[in-house]
């Protein structure tokens, strides 16, 4: 038995209509991921807030200051290329120029590092060059 006109009709319809919605949501699988990159992009973008760029500040200065407790080196000789180097360090590694534009999203992490942070022998060297 063959199919008559308005059944045949409808089937092309229907085909179409699936092919439509294949291609709806391809468009929007599309624009997922595209949200989705930019949402990343924005997160990293969003700097740290007053009272983070101030508990970062705090948790450099208490490094800096156990740092020279531990190794005796002395407050004022030491501070300096202490500070320039966590800082700096840390700057780097986030890819920015000051530790304000350091990404919130990453705030535990960056106190983290800091507080685990141990200087280099070329700053230890220069500290003790500097002290003699």
Not at 66 to 85: D, F, G, M, S, V
Not at 88 to 96: F, K, L, S
């Amino acid at each position: 038995m063959s199919k008559n006109l308005p059944e045949i009709k409808l089937q092309e319809l229907l085909t179409k209509l699936t092919e439509s919605q294949i291609i709806a949501n391809n468009q929007m699988t599309g624009l997922d991921m595209r949200v989705k990159q930019v949402e990343e992009t924005l997160v990293k973008r969003v700097y740290l807030s007053a009272v983070e760029a101030q508990a970062v500040k705090k948790h450099v200065k208490s490094k800096v200051s156990e740092l020279c407790r531990k190794n005796n080196w002395e407050y004022e000789t030491a501070y300096r290329i202490l500070i320039q180097a966590l800082y700096g360090e840390t700057n780097d590694q986030y890819n920015v120029t000051s530790y304000r534009e350091l990404p919130s999203t990453y705030f535990s992490e960056i106190i983290e590092k800091i507080d685990k942070w141990i200087p280099t022998t070329t700053i230890i060297d220069r500290i003790n060059n500097k002290a003699a």
